[in-house]
């Protein structure tokens, strides 16, 4: 199977991975033949890609990093508290916990321990489908670190809840379209502060959560927020989601902003390393998230595309490839694979948005 763009998909062709809506309903089940209809439905709820299987997909895997009903799970208890619109907004911290109990163990049941988030979301949902990536992303991490259950567990409920403060921001800015005046700007950063005040309130809480939601937004040389804190006056875990947050929000769709390619993300990330994250942290991360996720569509050195097929755990960089097309950009009548590990004469230069 692999990705592709909404728009570039023709009827006929074949869905293979089932997409959900937030509430947890089937929109589509993988193994439908798509038609005029099931492509307009999943425009209509905000769907931009999908997985296909096709000719030159076949016998690829893409894996399922963590099992759908457990995100989908998650994403409608991080609504159903983000959207509490009382002002006291209730946390069921117990409820929490249990989720992110159950995120950990499906992390943990993964052999090799490689995220490749292949989740489907629609632009609306984005911010609880962040939500739960951030608590992924940060769990991942904390496992890199060999950090015991108690703190993955700690680690894991802040994550989920970093941006809970958004609660009490106005969905009028919040969802504004355009440019934000600077007081608005300002109201947006307090959701740090609102965060920490509902989360050191809350019952069964472990103030790490709190911390968490305090200065994830705080970068290691100061110029963060709300304090400009350095280096390790920095929770060691808000410094954790920093990083996951920061990876998510650029690899997701805005409607500001196009997403921008996971290696280009980790490019990114690895280059402010000394400067806005802790560098060992982002040392752990890069080493378990996918660099060029299985599924992905590749130019290669020398012209020839293709698609990845297979991750290389020790060389994230380099992957094996299945050719699909030659250096005359006409397909070829058969694939075939290089891994790139053993031929150092081709490497990747470019995704390939299909
Ligand atoms: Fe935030």
């Known amino acids: 199977?692999?990705?592709?763009?909404?728009?570039?998909?023709?009827?006929?062709?074949?869905?293979?991975?089932?997409?959900?809506?937030?509430?947890?309903?089937?929109?589509?089940?993988?193994?439908?033949?798509?038609?005029?209809?099931?492509?307009?439905?999943?425009?209509?709820?905000?769907?931009?890609?999908?997985?296909?299987?096709?000719?030159?997909?076949?016998?690829?895997?893409?894996?399922?990093?963590?099992?759908?009903?457990?995100?989908t799970e998650a994403k409608l208890l991080?609504?159903?508290?983000?959207?509490?619109t009382s002002i006291r907004t209730s946390i069921d911290g117990r409820k929490v916990m249990e989720i992110v109990d159950k995120i950990l163990e499906s992390i943990l049941a993964n052999g090799d321990i490689i995220a490749n988030l292949s989740?489907?979301?629609?632009?609306?949902?984005?911010?609880?489908s962040h939500s739960v990536n951030v608590c992924i992303y940060s769990l991942v991490i904390g496992i890199g670190l060999e950090y015991s259950s108690d703190r993955l567990r700690e680690l894991g409920v802040g994550s989920l809840l970093h941006d809970i403060?958004?609660?009490?921001i106005p969905?009028?800015?919040?969802?504004?379209?355009?440019?934000?005046?600077?007081?608005?700007?300002?109201?947006?950063?307090?959701?740090?502060?609102?965060g920490y005040e509902i989360l050191k309130n809350t019952n069964g809480l472990n103030m790490t959560a709190a911390y968490i939601a305090l200065e994830h937004h705080e970068r290691i040389d100061g110029s963060g927020y709300p304090y400009q804190l350095k280096k390790n006056s920095i929770?060691?875990?808000?410094?954790?989601?920093?990083?996951?947050?920061v990876y998510d929000a650029l690899t997701s769709n805005r409607v500001y902003r196009k997403k921008m390619a996971p290696h280009e993300v980790i490019d990114?990330?690895?280059?402010?390393?000394?400067?806005?994250?802790?560098?060992?942290?982002?040392?752990?991360?890069?080493?378990?998230?996918?660099?060029y996720p299985v599924g992905a569509a590749v130019i290669l050195n020398n012209g020839e595309k293709g698609?990845?097929?297979?991750?290389?755990?020790?060389?994230?960089?380099?992957?094996?490839?299945r050719v699909v097309t030659g250096e005359n950009g006409k397909m070829l009548s058969k694939h075939k694979e290089i891994d790139l590990s053993e031929n150092p004469k081709y490497w990747i230069v470019k995704v390939w948005d299909i």
């Open 307 to 321: 698609l990845v097929s297979k991750y290389n755990k020790h060389v994230p960089t380099c992957p094996v490839v």
């Open 235 to 245: 929770h060691k875990a808000a410094k954790i989601v920093a990083v996951s947050d």
């Open 1 to 71: 199977m692999r990705r592709i763009k909404l728009d570039q998909i023709q009827e006929g062709t074949m869905l293979a991975k089932t997409i959900m809506t937030l509430e947890g309903k089937i929109l589509l089940s993988s193994g439908v033949t798509l038609n005029a209809e099931h492509i307009k439905r999943l425009q209509t709820n905000g769907i931009t890609e999908i997985y296909i299987e096709d000719e030159i997909s076949k016998d690829i895997h893409v894996p399922d990093f963590i099992r759908d009903e457990i995100t």
């Open 165 to 168: 403060g958004k609660v009490r």
């Open 171 to 194: 969905q009028s800015i919040l969802k504004k379209p355009g440019k934000l005046t600077p007081d608005e700007f300002d109201e947006i950063k307090r959701h740090a502060y609102y």
């Open 268 to 291: 990114y990330i690895t280059s402010r390393a000394l400067h806005y994250f802790d560098p060992d942290i982002v040392d752990t991360f890069i080493r378990y998230v996918a660099y």
């Open 119 to 128: 989740d489907i979301r629609s632009v609306d949902d984005y911010t609880f």
């Open 78 to 84: 991080v609504k159903k508290m983000m959207t509490n």
